[in-house]
């Protein structure tokens, strides 16, 4: 069946430095991927998206690319702050609409 | 937030004893899930709904059932709770894009 694999964290990072999470992808099909954010004690959020190889999602300066060839999405940023700190997942969509989830990645931003 | 509200937010039960989640959407949205969260693991599907009376199991349904008689709730139950059920459950909608909208959250713990 459809799986997600990501890196393991915890992550800890100091102020502007670069993220990177990686997420790798097995599937039958073209599905679409997601990354999700969850802040502490809240619900998951969408960070980004692509529906398509070579799709690049962005949002709230995060990106990530949808790479066929390699299946995978990893997410980065250039410069994170402390309001990043948060758990980051990975997931794809299959072609009935449900979603495989990663295990998460805990990001810790240090000022 | 996405108009979902999930109760009870937090819920200690005993082992063997019936719980009911529910789930409610202001949006009028075909699609609605549970998930259940628990480390390691990211957040795993238990049941979908694709419409009133229309659902179906996810990957971790066993002991679960779940219930949509209109469209704005869908409705969790845990038949005989067990400490193994213990987690956080998530509720989410599928929008007309098919893109997922996650709720707030509920809290289980089973003693």
């Known amino acids: 069946g459809d799986s997600v694999t990501q890196m393991e964290g915890p992550v800890t990072l100091s102020e502007e430095a670069f993220l990177t999470i990686n997420c790798t992808y097995t599937?039958?099909?073209?599905?679409?991927l997601f990354w999700y954010v969850q802040y502490p004690g809240e619900g998951l959020q969408l960070l980004l998206k692509a529906t398509k190889a070579d799709d690049k999602g962005s949002n709230k300066g995060f990106e990530a690319t949808y790479r066929k060839e390699t299946t995978s999405f990893h997410l980065e940023k250039g410069s994170v702050q402390v309001s990043d700190s948060a758990v980051y997942f990975c997931?794809?969509?299959?072609?009935?609409?449900?979603?495989?989830f990663g295990a998460g990645t805990t990001v810790t931003v240090r000022a | 937030d996405a108009g979902i509200t999930q109760s009870p937010r937090h819920k200690v039960t005993e082992t063997g004893t019936p719980v009911t989640l529910r789930c409610h959407q202001t949006?009028?949205?075909?699609?609605m899930y549970w998930y259940r969260q628990d480390p390691g693991h990211g957040l795993r599907l238990i049941h979908y709904?694709?419409?009133?009376?229309?659902?179906d199991k996810g990957e971790v349904s066993d002991g679960y059932s779940v219930s949509r008689s209109k469209t704005e709730d869908f409705l969790l139950t845990l038949e005989s709770a067990t400490s193994s059920q213990t987690s956080v459950y998530f509720c989410a909608i599928g929008r007309t894009d098919h893109e997922q909208y996650f709720g707030p959250g509920t809290r289980l713990t089973v003693t």
């Open positions: 949006e009028n949205h075909r699609y």
């Open positions: 709904s694709y419409g009133v009376k229309d659902t």
């Open positions: 599937a039958t099909g073209y599905p679409s």
């Open positions: 997931a794809l969509r299959d072609n009935d609409y449900k979603l495989s």
